[in-house]
């Protein structure tokens, strides 16, 4: 029986601890050796299973399911009918460096859950027949009693019993930076996994103090298990490029064999040729058609923008995504370590007389203080001096530079604290020195607050105090202002606290009082009054300010950004407001969104821009909603909550910094500086590869088309075939590695990121493209036909030499073309157009050596059926491919005008 059926079980947060104990029939000494036994037999180990992973071979296999690359399959297999070995060679090491790409960038799909299996402890202290065991995780049952303490790992999913001012740091199940303080309290049944406090989750870990659980869910039915299981129920999403690719190859093979069929019957019944004779025909003209190396060059696309991402911090794992990135209409991402740093950071500071605000984000100690704007010495104001002495002394954290690199061990709100004091002018070694702490009590939740003895070396005694605000209002009688004390305002501080918490702050109140000289010990009856408050501080997790930014772009660019995260609705809309998501008032919560139906969901979810308190299942339903209201997604994010949502997500985005390893297996793009920014530089390099596909599309189909229309007319009018299907296969490979190949490399348009994202539904050939693939190839074509027939026409020449011309024509109109292909709509009659591209004159010049050698080398010319041209040939071609170029700038002209009068296609 495996886990996760054997252990449903009641929501346990919910019940007190004598109910859990009757519940799993355990008590105080723990389960004895041989019912432990009993259970591990029942509920297994505790671990996740292994999924079903498919081989190496069978992944490397399925590289090859794909339209495109069947075409190529049947290619090969025309050319080997054709007795050209060389040419079936090519076209079969094309498509198994295409597999083997594939492979490569693809290779881990699987390893998502390993990574999450990797996140349970190892060992675990547990309480057996009364003694206490050190003992493998994997062993652990339901009614296990586990220590715990600072530093370990849940190793099971525990109702905790005893505590200890037990914190633990959630952020990989909820995505929440601050750690979580625990009680042994029950919780509502309908709390949410974040406000689930007497409950440790396998895979977290214990940040703070001591605890004492009883385990309730073990393997696939802890939390982090059942994340497993989603994970590998999510369906992987189809990429647009590749749908598109599939419609595009089909429709391309069925034109190619409809093509190839009404022409062998054409010669057969109506020109009367031969059966074999016209089957060899129909057999040359689907290789004049099919692209041989256009699949080839999508995939070096698709590399090179890998590799341009790469230079940008966004590092690609699955091919497609490159292209889908350009595509993406909405971004869902995390908020914690994704928008924000991930660093508690205070950010309002109030006086009795005043509310500063402090620059500088992070524990980096830079930064300053304003109060209405203006700038505030932090030396010459007592009460912000007062205020940050006091969270410097009653403080356990550690703060430290390392190589420039500013680093909290502790707690990250009292880290927060000592960089305030840092930035206010305070040297904290110092203070601790000249303010000698002599006892203290720690902070726990049962009375909300951490206070200090300390002793100056004139043996003057002080104690300290923070906590929640409410609870130190309650201990003060006083405040202090430039004055001297005057009595407590409890209305004025309680609006004060509701400001800051307004703001998605988490808010602090500070305090002191003197006491003796000779007191050493410190008890709960010195501060539970006649405290003298000092002030509050407002203290949150800030937004990157290249994020901001970022947020910025992405909307000029027409994409949706939506922030989806387990923190509180006040804390996510303030956040939100920040960054400019949203119109700071619409929160959806986890409880409202499962009140939803899917129906129901799906619309209202592009209304809605920040979700709070989310499950990973709520991210799932929302990635889901948004595609089924047709938009592309990319879903960010960095702990194993989130790994469900990144693989359905049509770009799974994870960060690679801060991010769990969970997520970055479940992505299909990891950024290597946790950067929002990246993201809209990777959109950019995205739609630049689209842009590149289409131009190197727009520039191959055509001299298919010009071929396939030279053998159809030769068919139909009765003449010799003026290309060879060698010679075809000769000119779709030479063109397609020299000058597609420079079209890959061309740079991002200038107004790229100043258009809406692309129709993903729309398919690969726009009308627009359909267009100028027809019009070129008849343009492609003329010159062949008429200067083959006009060469023919010379007694002195042979088949051979008039076949030659005909070549290097067609191959000069691809040359002029090229030019032409760099801007779909603008001209290229410029120096920028025609020699701004040093990747094009390159792959120009090869292009020439290459027809040369084929024209001139005499193995070429016996393998190729080729012979020498004259100049005045070469003067023919030469003028044939420059009315290419111009003819192509015409209709540019003419289609640009159009435009200019009507409405601008959407997706050309």
């Not at 949410?192 to 989750?201: C, F, K, P, Q, T």
């Not at 989130?642 to 359905?648: E, H, V």
């Not at 689209?690 to 001299?703: E, M, S, W």
């Amino acid at each position: 029986m495996n886990a996760a059926s054997s252990q449903s079980s009641p929501l346990w947060h919910s019940l007190s601890s004598e109910q859990v104990l009757h519940e799993l029939s355990t008590a105080p000494g723990g389960l004895s050796t041989d019912e432990a036994a009993r259970r591990l037999a029942i509920h297994g180990p505790n671990q996740l299973s292994p999924p079903q992973q498919r081989g190496s071979l069978l992944r490397f296999l399925l590289q090859f399911h794909n339209v495109l690359i069947y075409v190529l399959l049947v290619s090969a297999a025309i050319t080997a009918t054709l007795g050209h070995a060389v040419d079936t060679a090519v076209i079969i090491g094309v498509v198994v460096i295409n597999a083997i790409v594939g492979f490569v960038q693809e290779g881990k799909a699987e390893s998502a859950l390993a990574a999450i299996r990797k996140m349970l402890s190892l060992k675990a202290m547990v309480l057996r027949d009364g003694q206490r065991h050190e003992m493998a995780a994997e062993a652990l049952v339901p009614g296990d009693w586990v220590f715990l303490q600072s530093g370990d790992k849940a190793p099971a999913d525990l109702r905790l019993i005893e505590i200890k001012n037990l914190r633990i740091q959630e952020a990989v199940l909820t995505g929440e930076a601050e750690a979580v303080e625990k009680s042994i309290a029950p919780v509502s049944a309908e709390a949410a996994i974040g406000d689930r406090s007497d409950i440790a989750y396998s895979g977290t870990l214990v940040s703070y103090g001591q605890g004492l659980g009883v385990v309730v869910a073990t393997g696939e039915a802890t939390e982090i298990g059942r994340i497993s299981t989603l994970l590998e129920q999510v369906e992987q999403i189809e990429t647009p490029l590749l749908r598109q690719m599939a419609q595009f190859g089909r429709w391309l093979s069925a034109a190619i064999v409809a093509a190839a069929i009404v022409t062998f019957v054409a010669g057969v019944f109506w020109r009367g040729q031969s059966a074999e004779e016209m089957f060899m025909a129909a057999v040359a003209l689907v290789v004049a058609a099919i692209p041989e190396g256009l699949p080839a060059i999508m995939t070096i696309i698709l590399a090179i923008g890998v590799q341009r991402m790469a230079r940008r911090n966004a590092i690609i794992r699955r091919l497609p995504a490159v292209e889908t990135l350009g595509a993406v209409t909405v971004i869902c991402s995390d908020k914690t370590g994704t928008l924000t740093r991930n660093e508690m950071t205070v950010q309002r500071v109030i006086s009795p007389e005043r509310t500063l605000t402090v620059s500088g984000v992070g524990y980096a100690p830079v930064g300053g203080f304003t109060v209405d704007g203006v700038v505030v010495a932090s030396e010459a104001a007592a009460d912000l001096l007062a205020i940050a002495r006091a969270g410097q002394l009653c403080n356990d954290a550690v703060l430290r530079e390392q190589d420039g690199d500013w680093q909290m061990e502790g707690d990250p709100t009292e880290g927060a604290l000592l960089t305030l004091a840092v930035k206010a002018g305070l040297d904290p070694a110092a203070e601790t020195a000249q303010f000698r702490r002599t006892d203290s009590i720690p902070f726990e939740s049962q009375h909300r607050f951490m206070a200090t003895l300390h002793h100056d070396h004139h043996g003057h005694g002080f104690i300290h105090v923070k906590g929640a605000p409410e609870r130190i209002l309650t201990m003060c009688t006083h405040e202090q202002d430039a004055t001297g004390l005057q009595p407590l305002r409890a209305d004025y501080w309680h609006g004060q606290i509701e400001e800051l918490a307004a703001l998605g702050q988490r808010v602090l109140a500070v305090a002191f009082r003197t006491t003796v000289e000779t007191r050493s010990e410190l008890d709960f009856e010195d501060v539970e009054d006649g405290l003298i408050l000092l002030g509050l501080m407002g203290i949150s997790d800030p937004p990157r300010e290249e994020a901001i930014r970022a947020v910025q772009q992405t909307r000029q660019a027409g994409i949706r950004v939506k922030m989806i995260t387990g923190d509180h609705g006040a804390t996510a809309r303030a956040i939100a407001t920040q960054l400019g998501i949203g119109d700071g008032r619409a929160v959806l919560t986890g409880s409202e969104l499962e009140a939803l139906d899917d129906a129901a969901l799906q619309a209202i979810v592009w209304d809605v821009d920040v979700y709070a308190r989310a499950s990973p299942e709520h991210k799932l339903r929302l990635v889901a909603a948004l595609q089924a209201n047709h938009q592309v997604v990319a879903m960010t994010g960095d702990g194993v909550n989130d790994a469900p949502a990144l693989k359905r997500a049509d770009v799974g985005v994870a960060m690679g910094l801060k991010g769990t390893e969970a997520a970055k297996e479940a992505s299909a793009m990891v950024l290597a500086d946790d950067n929002f920014a990246s993201i809209a530089h990777a959109v950019e390099e995205g739609r630049t590869v689209y842009d590149n596909l289409r131009k190197a599309i727009v520039f191959t189909l055509p001299t298919n088309g010009a071929e396939a229309l030279v053998i159809v007319a030769s068919i139909l009018f009765g003449f010799t075939l003026p290309i060879t299907p060698v010679q075809i296969l000769w000119i779709n490979m030479v063109t397609a590695v020299t000058l597609s190949l420079a079209l890959a490399l061309e740079p991002a348009e200038a107004n790229v990121m100043q258009r809406p994202p692309r129709n993903s539904s729309e398919p690969l050939l726009s009308g627009f493209m359909l267009w100028r693939i027809a019009f070129v190839s008849v343009l492609l074509v003329i010159a062949p036909l008429s200067l083959f027939h006009y060469e023919m026409a010379q007694e002195e020449l042979t088949l051979d030499a008039a076949r030659t011309v005909a070549v290097n024509a067609l191959v000069m109109g691809e040359i002029f073309y090229l030019f032409n292909s760099r801007y779909l709509y603008d001209s290229v009659l410029s120096r920028q157009g025609l020699f701004g591209s040093r990747y094009v004159l390159a792959t120009i010049s090869i292009l020439l050596v290459l027809q040369l050698a084929f024209t001139y080398f005499p193995p070429m010319q016996r393998l190729m059926g080729t012979a020498p041209m004259s100049a005045g040939s070469w003067i023919s071609v030469m003028l044939a491919g420059v009315a290419v170029l111009l003819l192509v700038e015409l209709e540019k002209a003419v289609w640009r005008r159009w435009r200019s009068t009507a409405t601008r296609p959407r997706s050309v």
